[in-house]
């Protein structure tokens, strides 16, 4: 059998993603591949909250040719924080503001830093940065090519995995997603539908609440007898329903330590970052910690007061833009949260919904709005 090694999510840290070629045998401290033989899948997730996701995907690209050359394979998966990118390029405000608030200021600050520009002074969001994944850009390109999941043997990977729904089969479910990706219109309408099935919570992109029956049921569908995920941070490594499911994602952006999953000839290892790797048995429950996760995005201390009026997001002449009306602070998942109203701008037509936001995002994404902001109903 061919050796598999398996990366989770990298989120920007390019720092990891080289360290964990090095250390794992892949390539040279050069970048050329050495591995032989060996494939890479990596989950998905090469974008947003760490310091150089665009260095990520560059590094991705090499890595394709590099061990094409070499006599390797490289499979790099479609994560939900690609598909928010290409949603951006793609699509509405409101599709903006949801990569921004997901991670996808990482990716602007990496940008504005290789233009010796500063994030704090290029606010609003630059519309040329959008542009990097508008459909016809390089990165639109290469990452609307990536597959949702790969199968090998008995092991089904994907970013998310899969349940509650009936996929017939690995190439069913690629093909669904390539037809998404085909159509930017598409991805502008669906890539933020919280209940589509693809791009949805439940999907193969999102999903996070796995009930044992339905991933059994999914694997007996498909033919496999293990789903190795990433999206979900566990510290390390997590067996769950009886060997049905294998979580990979350590958090390594928050940890700084890389860590990988090897398959060889049946034999599984989970290797971390300074450690002699562990042989694991993939059937039976276990979850092997190596650091603590910690929460995305961090929580803050609250700097804004009831009654403010935030500017999330906006185009520099106001004409589109999203604010946040701060009614109260509320604790939800071991965070604080504000709780308060959307207030979304497009052109003279305003809407409004009930809202939710961890401090992390409104501290790091918005700016106290002025008096300049003609707000309907609302003081300021």
Known sequence: MVRLVVLGDLHGRVDLFRSALIGLGLTDSSGRWIGGRTCLIQLGDLLDRGPDPLACLSLARELEESAEAGGGQTVFLLGNHELLALAAGCGSHQARLGWMMNGGDAVYAEWLGRRGEDMRQQWPYQEEFFQLFAPGSEHYQWLAARPACWQEGDLFFSHAGVGDHDWVSAEELNRVVAELLASPRAIAERGTAQRDIV??????????????????????????????????????????????????????????????????????????????????????????????????????????????????????????????????????????????????????????????????????????????????????
């Not at 949805?200 to 999914?218: K, Q, S, Y």
Request: charged fraction near 20%; hydrophobic fraction near 30%.
């Open 199 to 380: 791009t949805g919570r439940t999907g193969p992109l999102w999903l996070r609440d796995h009930r044992c029956d339905g991933v059994g049921r999914a694997n007996d569908q498909l033919g496999v007898a293990h789903q190795i995920i990433g999206h979900s941070p566990c510290g390390g490594l997590r067996v769950s329903c009886d060997g049905a499911l294998v979580n990979i994602d350590s958090g390594m952006v928050q940890a700084g330590r890389w860590t990988a999953l090897e398959i060889v000839d049946g034999t599984w290892r989970f290797w971390a970052e300074g450690r002699s790797p562990l042989r694991t048995n993939p059937r039976q429950d276990q979850h092997l910690v190596v650091h603590q996760p910690v929460p995305v995005p961090p929580s803050r201390p609250p700097r804004y007061r009831p009654g403010q009026l935030v500017w999330m997001y906006g185009s520099t002449d106001k004409s589109h833009a999203v604010y946040f009306q701060i009614e109260r602070l509320v604790a939800r998942h071991g965070l604080t949260w504000y709780h308060g109203k959307m207030l979304t701008r497009d052109g003279a037509r305003w809407s409004q919904r009930e809202a939710e936001l961890p401090t992390g995002h409104v501290e790091g994404l918005g700016r106290l709005a002025g008096m300049s902001h003609d707000v309907p109903g609302e003081e300021q």
